[in-house]
């Protein structure tokens, strides 16, 4: 224990010093003046507290009720702008593709160990006998994310680089790939 406490007045002095130093400009601001010991880390220094947090809160509360603001920030009082939509979906898709990534993944690892495996599971869909648009819906909602993800991660790339930062190439771009996603989803669909 007495190495801690040396190694803990050691580390005391230290940072004692570093804040005197440092704070030797407050006193000539007229602020206030740090003694060379304890560094404005006394209680001596610290303001009373006159009301609770709760009390503040309350305040608070009351006054945006009288003057009738909306709680903020809040989706609502937002008008959505393609960017911040792009925004979101880029982040969703990202979200969905890794969430389904992992669930496949650890179909693969768990269930050959029950017997099944993953041509069992393409048998037992196609044994479903679903009708054709039942299976190309799902193949699309399965395509659009991968091929928005990927076409909007191109766009950040760019980003990246410092292309494409005016508000004009911003909605360009932006438009550009939430259409083009829609094409390369269909073409995904019905080449794969």
Known sequence: TFLY?????????????????NCAIFPR????????????LSPRLAAPVT????????????K?????????????I???????????????TGAALTGGMY???????????????????INMIKGWELPWAAIVSAKWLLAWPVAYHTLNGFRHMAWDLGYGFNISTLYKSGWIVFL????????MVFLL
């Open 5 to 21: 406490e040396k190694s803990l007045r050691t580390v005391e002095k230290m940072w004692s010093s570093m804040l005197a130093r």
């Open 64 to 76: 945006n009720a009288q003057m009738k603001r909306p709680m903020s920030p809040h989706l609502t």
């Open 51 to 62: 009301t609770s947090v709760q009390e503040e809160q309350a305040k608070f509360w009351q």
């Open 103 to 121: 669930l496949f993944a650890m179909h693969m690892l768990v269930f050959p160990a029950f017997g099944w495996d993953f041509t069992m599971a």
């Open 29 to 40: 601001l007229g602020l206030m003046s740090v003694p060379h010991r304890a560094a404005g």
């Open 180 to 187: 083009s996603s829609f094409l390369v989803a269909d073409l």
């Open 78 to 92: 937002y008008k959505p702008q393609l960017t911040s939509m792009l925004s979101i979906t880029h982040r969703a």
